[in-house]
């Protein structure tokens, strides 16, 4: 993932109830595991959703892109590749990359998510204690 500032990387195995009838993991899961990406992304710079709730912010996901390259089935381990593409402002946008067990890509995509001050239910600035955590 080149020219990415900060990346993560968590390691999962497929589920039985993420499979469909073919055997192979449903599509709509892959979103559920850039999910985890971010979310341990953001757990590495010691931030949280629960604490940027607590400080007032939401982050929901308002562009979400997967590319398929090849399917990975029940009991299969992967390990999701989340990267910071650019450094945040009203929005941060992550790449991904999912490895199988040989270290093949088999998905790749994109989210990007905006920070929204609850109260005003307005665009706001990304907090300035992940900005910091950044500029190391």
Excluded at 31 to 47: D, P
Aim: aromatic letters at 12%; charged letters at 25%.
């Amino acid at each position: 993932m080149p020219n990415h500032l900060y990346y993560n990387q968590v390691e999962l195995r497929i589920r039985y109830g993420e499979t469909d009838q073919m055997g192979v993991v449903y599509h709509g899961n892959y979103a559920q595991y850039f999910e985890i990406g971010r979310t341990e992304w953001l757990r590495s710079l010691g931030a949280t959703y629960k604490q940027m709730e607590s400080d007032g912010i939401m982050l929901p996901v308002i562009s979400l892109s997967v590319n398929y390259k090849k399917s990975v089935r029940y009991d299969d381990l992967i390990k999701v590749k989340t990267s910071l593409k650019k450094m945040p402002t009203a929005s941060i946008e992550f790449d991904y990359e999912i490895l199988d067990a040989s270290g093949e890509i088999v998905t790749t995509g994109n989210t990007i998510l905006a920070f929204i001050d609850i109260n005003k239910k307005r665009p706001t600035r990304c907090p300035k204690y992940i900005l910091d955590k950044l500029q190391i």
